[in-house]
Protein backbone atom coordinates (compact mmCIF):
# COMPACT_ATOMS: atom_id res chain seq x y z
CA UNK A 1 0.00 0.00 0.00
CA UNK A 2 1.76 3.28 -1.29
CA UNK A 3 0.99 7.28 -0.03
CA UNK A 4 -0.86 7.98 -3.49
CA UNK A 5 -0.99 11.98 -3.68
CA UNK A 6 -0.96 15.14 -1.57
CA UNK A 7 -3.28 18.01 -2.20
CA UNK A 8 -2.48 20.95 -2.05
CA UNK A 9 -5.22 23.49 -0.44
CA UNK A 10 -3.68 27.23 -0.91
CA UNK A 11 -5.56 29.53 1.36
CA UNK A 12 -6.34 32.81 2.72
CA UNK A 13 -4.07 36.32 2.50
CA UNK A 14 -0.61 34.58 3.05
CA UNK A 15 -1.27 31.78 0.69
CA UNK A 16 -0.79 28.95 3.49
CA UNK A 17 -0.52 25.37 2.36
CA UNK A 18 -3.12 23.16 3.64
CA UNK A 19 -2.44 19.32 2.54
CA UNK A 20 -4.06 16.44 2.78
CA UNK A 21 -2.20 13.11 2.39
CA UNK A 22 -3.95 10.13 1.16
CA UNK A 23 -3.31 6.45 0.45
CA UNK A 24 -4.79 4.43 -1.80
CA UNK A 25 -7.36 3.09 0.66
CA UNK A 26 -8.40 7.04 0.74
CA UNK A 27 -7.24 7.22 4.21
CA UNK A 28 -6.42 11.22 4.69
CA UNK A 29 -4.07 13.14 7.40
CA UNK A 30 -4.85 16.86 7.41
CA UNK A 31 -1.87 18.75 8.20
CA UNK A 32 -1.99 22.07 8.80
CA UNK A 33 -5.47 23.52 8.09
CA UNK A 34 -5.75 27.14 7.72
CA UNK A 35 -8.29 29.71 7.21
CA UNK A 36 -10.88 28.02 4.80
CA UNK A 37 -12.70 24.84 6.25
CA UNK A 38 -15.38 24.94 3.63
CA UNK A 39 -12.89 24.48 0.85
CA UNK A 40 -11.05 21.35 2.83
CA UNK A 41 -14.17 19.70 3.27
CA UNK A 42 -15.07 20.33 -0.30
CA UNK A 43 -11.77 18.70 -1.19
CA UNK A 44 -12.46 15.63 1.03
CA UNK A 45 -15.69 15.62 -0.43
CA UNK A 46 -14.67 15.45 -3.64
CA UNK A 47 -12.16 12.95 -2.82
CA UNK A 48 -14.11 10.85 -1.21
CA UNK A 49 -11.06 10.84 1.90
CA UNK A 50 -11.69 9.48 5.45
CA UNK A 51 -9.63 11.98 7.66
CA UNK A 52 -7.69 10.59 10.73
CA UNK A 53 -6.37 13.07 12.15
CA UNK A 54 -5.03 16.70 12.05
CA UNK A 55 -1.16 17.49 12.34
CA UNK A 56 0.09 20.86 12.63
CA UNK A 57 3.61 21.93 12.41
CA UNK A 58 3.24 25.17 14.43
CA UNK A 59 0.43 27.28 15.68
CA UNK A 60 0.25 30.48 14.40
CA UNK A 61 -2.67 31.98 13.65
CA UNK A 62 -2.30 31.09 9.37
CA UNK A 63 -1.92 27.78 10.20
CA UNK A 64 -5.23 26.76 12.60
CA UNK A 65 -8.05 28.57 11.67
CA UNK A 66 -9.61 25.77 10.19
CA UNK A 67 -8.80 23.11 13.36
CA UNK A 68 -11.75 23.57 14.98
CA UNK A 69 -14.41 23.28 12.46
CA UNK A 70 -12.90 20.02 11.39
CA UNK A 71 -12.70 18.86 14.66
CA UNK A 72 -16.32 19.36 14.71
CA UNK A 73 -17.10 17.54 11.17
CA UNK A 74 -14.63 14.78 11.71
CA UNK A 75 -14.14 14.05 14.77
CA UNK A 76 -10.77 13.38 14.78
CA UNK A 77 -7.71 14.15 17.25
CA UNK A 78 -5.80 17.16 16.79
CA UNK A 79 -1.61 16.95 17.05
CA UNK A 80 0.65 19.70 17.95
CA UNK A 81 3.67 19.85 19.68
CA UNK A 82 3.38 21.38 23.30
CA UNK A 83 5.95 23.73 22.93
CA UNK A 84 3.10 25.67 20.96
CA UNK A 85 0.43 25.65 23.47
CA UNK A 86 1.07 29.52 24.23
CA UNK A 87 0.69 30.17 21.21
CA UNK A 88 -1.92 28.35 20.39
CA UNK A 89 -3.78 29.86 22.94
CA UNK A 90 -2.89 33.10 22.11
CA UNK A 91 -3.49 32.85 17.94
CA UNK A 92 -6.47 35.86 18.12
CA UNK A 93 -4.21 38.53 19.69
CA UNK A 94 -1.33 37.95 16.69
CA UNK A 95 -3.73 38.14 13.96
CA UNK A 96 -2.98 41.67 13.55
CA UNK A 97 0.44 40.60 12.67
CA UNK A 98 -1.07 38.48 10.11
CA UNK A 99 -3.11 41.13 8.65
CA UNK A 100 -6.31 39.97 9.35
CA UNK A 101 -9.47 41.06 11.80
CA UNK A 102 -11.48 37.77 11.88
CA UNK A 103 -11.57 35.99 15.01
CA UNK A 104 -11.15 32.52 14.70
CA UNK A 105 -12.20 29.33 16.97
CA UNK A 106 -9.12 28.50 18.66
CA UNK A 107 -9.37 24.37 19.12
CA UNK A 108 -8.12 23.51 22.53
CA UNK A 109 -4.86 21.57 22.68
CA UNK A 110 -5.66 17.60 22.24
CA UNK A 111 -2.74 15.28 21.17
CA UNK A 112 1.14 15.98 21.90
CA UNK A 113 3.04 15.84 18.94
CA UNK A 114 6.39 14.59 20.50
CA UNK A 115 9.55 12.61 18.13
CA UNK A 116 7.95 9.37 19.22
CA UNK A 117 6.82 7.92 15.57
CA UNK A 118 2.86 7.79 15.01
CA UNK A 119 1.34 5.44 13.27
CA UNK A 120 -2.19 4.61 11.96
CA UNK A 121 -3.97 1.51 12.77
CA UNK A 122 -4.59 -0.38 9.36
CA UNK A 123 -2.78 2.29 7.42
CA UNK A 124 0.78 2.85 5.94
CA UNK A 125 1.26 5.85 7.41
CA UNK A 126 4.60 6.43 9.15
CA UNK A 127 4.88 10.22 10.84
CA UNK A 128 7.88 10.88 12.05
CA UNK A 129 8.02 13.93 13.45
CA UNK A 130 11.01 15.97 13.71
CA UNK A 131 11.29 18.22 16.43
CA UNK A 132 12.45 21.79 14.64
CA UNK A 133 12.05 25.14 17.42
CA UNK A 134 13.11 28.29 15.97
CA UNK A 135 9.96 29.56 13.63
CA UNK A 136 7.79 28.92 16.15
CA UNK A 137 8.77 27.23 20.47
CA UNK A 138 7.17 24.28 19.10
CA UNK A 139 7.63 23.74 15.57
CA UNK A 140 7.87 20.75 14.20
CA UNK A 141 8.52 18.99 10.74
CA UNK A 142 6.58 15.95 9.73
CA UNK A 143 8.40 13.24 7.64
CA UNK A 144 5.87 11.00 6.41
CA UNK A 145 7.17 7.87 4.29
CA UNK A 146 9.52 10.05 1.54
CA UNK A 147 7.45 13.23 2.17
CA UNK A 148 8.58 15.78 4.83
CA UNK A 149 6.17 18.84 5.43
CA UNK A 150 8.19 21.50 7.21
CA UNK A 151 5.85 23.95 7.90
CA UNK A 152 7.60 27.47 8.36
CA UNK A 153 10.68 25.97 8.92
CA UNK A 154 12.25 25.13 5.51
CA UNK A 155 10.83 27.13 2.67
CA UNK A 156 12.05 27.23 -1.54
CA UNK A 157 13.86 30.12 -1.11
CA UNK A 158 15.30 30.04 2.50
CA UNK A 159 14.43 29.38 6.60
CA UNK A 160 11.00 30.48 7.86
CA UNK A 161 11.27 33.97 9.58
CA UNK A 162 12.20 34.27 13.29
CA UNK A 163 10.85 37.69 14.06
CA UNK A 164 7.25 36.13 14.81
CA UNK A 165 6.12 35.31 18.31
CA UNK A 166 7.54 32.27 19.24
CA UNK A 167 10.53 32.85 17.24
CA UNK A 168 14.52 32.43 17.79
CA UNK A 169 17.09 32.80 15.02
CA UNK A 170 19.89 30.81 16.30
CA UNK A 171 17.30 27.75 16.82
CA UNK A 172 15.96 27.54 14.13
CA UNK A 173 19.61 27.37 12.10
CA UNK A 174 20.57 24.58 14.27
CA UNK A 175 17.23 22.85 13.70
CA UNK A 176 17.89 23.33 9.82
CA UNK A 177 21.13 21.09 10.40
CA UNK A 178 18.78 18.43 11.71
CA UNK A 179 17.07 18.23 8.39
CA UNK A 180 20.61 18.26 6.51
CA UNK A 181 21.24 14.52 7.58
CA UNK A 182 17.78 13.84 5.44
CA UNK A 183 18.14 11.44 2.45
CA UNK A 184 18.44 14.09 -0.14
CA UNK A 185 16.15 12.63 -2.31
CA UNK A 186 13.22 14.06 0.23
CA UNK A 187 9.88 16.30 -0.99
CA UNK A 188 9.82 18.84 1.23
CA UNK A 189 6.15 20.46 1.15
CA UNK A 190 6.87 24.04 3.28
CA UNK A 191 3.81 26.10 5.03
CA UNK A 192 4.30 28.57 1.63
CA UNK A 193 5.45 28.32 -1.25
CA UNK A 194 6.13 25.50 -3.99
CA UNK A 195 7.38 21.86 -2.76
CA UNK A 196 11.02 21.14 -3.58
CA UNK A 197 13.75 18.53 -2.53
CA UNK A 198 15.91 18.82 0.07
CA UNK A 199 19.02 18.31 -2.12
CA UNK A 200 18.11 21.83 -3.80
CA UNK A 201 17.89 23.21 -0.94
CA UNK A 202 21.36 21.77 1.01
CA UNK A 203 23.80 21.51 -2.18
CA UNK A 204 22.95 25.17 -3.29
CA UNK A 205 23.37 26.63 0.32
ZN1 LIG B 1 4.28 30.47 10.93
Known amino acids: MKISQVITH ?74 DQKLLKQANLYRILFESKEVIKVPLFDQNLTQEPISFLATDFNVEPILTPG ?47 LPRGTVAFPGHGHPFLLNNFFDKS
Open 10 to 83: VNGKWKQNCYLIYNNKNNALIIDPGSDPGGIKELITEYNLSPLAILNTHAHYDHIGAVTALIELYGIPFYLNEN
Open 135 to 181: HTQGSVCLKINDYLFTGDTLMEGGVGRTDLPGGDKNQIYKSVEILRS
